[in-house]
């Protein structure tokens, strides 16, 4: 048994890791507004959605802003600074969500086009994310030391949470009014692109150091170089862990539309589910950011994916003894604690095994590997077409379980 590590003193933040934390809360807080697997999944419910498309929209939102990162790795490596990328694609990102809510307040009457503009606005913003995430890793990783970023990205979550469960209340509040459909979501998104654009410029303020000179990048030297990267075990074990989690990922959006859709519960609840999910997350990130600095990012992650799959474990039970919407709560319960250990680990680990002069590579290389994978709700929902939801829940648990046993392969933190 490994002796557990003493807590290390901690001193004060700097001006760009304020900045940073200031960001993570903003953003928490409209993520908590535009909640892909409840709150865009209740809309495109609401909306008529077949469960493939609705699979579709967390697919997008996590594989449109990973599979581009190949080519952003080959476009940022060699620029000594990342933030004006950053900010370019921040601009995207704002224009993407104010359209979102305009499509949302004036096209609902025609279900299919709605529908139509929307993911394409989704589309939009998530590869715009996309080039904007490697960017971000990269500054952070200038200007957050090694030893204090569990720390940095646990206190970003710890806070954020708290403004995202103030976000589930606004949620609740909002569909339970007598605000009309559509212009109820409207409002909604309108709330989240606001907080996510401010988010952005505080980020975007942030002290740069410049990196040493690279020679320039070009998309086919990183796809060359996808075999020497790989051939780290550290990077492959991490990368098979990644991509069971992201298959594991097709049952997610399909929570909260098995509440609505087959369990009978009021829109107003939605809001409820995404009070659970942000509600949780502060308590969690205590949690998450002690074990990451006892324990390291490895154990995170293994704890993480026990949590992950007793969510859909969850679903299946409340499902099939009928019990009620408050025993339903814990399957967002288990989803919460789970993503936000997922979150910091994650990163922490992608980070803490990339050698600095190949971290945009290596960052790069997994985000664009997984992101293929992460259209597994798409998956999920055809599953559910044809078979049913119990059924994606449980191949979600299953999965979720064959993570956990891959997790043991992970390299331990120094």
Known sequence: MSAVRPLPRHEPW??????????????????????????LAGFAARLGAPNAVIGLLPAIAGGGWMLPQLLVASKVRPLPYKLPVYRSAALVRMLSYLAMA?????????????????VLA???????????????????????????????????????????????????????????????????????????????????????????????????????????????????????????????????????VYALRELGYPAATLGVFVMTLTGVAPLSNLF??????????????????????????????????????WAYLFV?????????????GHTNHLLNISPPEHRSRYIGTLNTLVGTALFAPVVGGVIADGLGYRTVFGLAAVLFAAAWWQCGKLRRDA
């Open 14 to 39: 700097n001006r760009d890791e304020r900045l940073g934390i200031l960001n993570g809360w903003l953003v928490l807080l409209g993520d908590g507004f535009l909640n892909v697997s409840v709150v």
């Open 288 to 325: 998450w950011q002690r074990v990451a600095e006892r324990k390291g990012s490895r154990r995170i992650i293994r704890y993480a994916s026990v949590s992950a799959a007793l969510a859909p474990l969850t679903a299946l039970t409340v499902g099939a003894l009928g019990l009620g919407t």
């Open 332 to 344: 967002f319960l288990f989803s919460s604690v789970a993503a936000q250990g997922f979150n910091l």
């Open 122 to 256: 989704m589309l939009t913003n998530a590869l715009a994310s996309g080039v904007a995430g490697l960017p971000f890793l990269e500054v952070v990783s200038k200007v957050v030391p090694q030893g204090r970023r569990a720390r940095f990205f646990g206190t970003r979550n710890l806070y954020g949470g708290l403004l995202a469960f103030g976000a589930g209340l606004g949620v609740r509040w909002i569909l339970a009014s007598g605000l009309a459909f559509p212009l109820n979501y409207a409002l909604i998104f309108l709330l989240g692109a606001v907080a996510y654009t401010v988010g952005y410029g505080v980020f975007g303020r942030v002290t740069e150091p410049p990196d040493p000179p690279q020679p320039p990048g070009r998309l086919w030297d990183e796809v060359r170089a996808i075999p020497s990267t790989l051939a780290d075990g550290h990077f492959r074990a991490f990368l098979r862990v990644r991509l069971l989690l992201a298959a594991a990922s097709l049952g997610d959006p399909f929570y909260a």
């Open 102 to 118: 305009v499509v949302a307040a004036t096209l609902a009457g025609r279900p299919a086009l709605c529908l139509a503009l929307f």
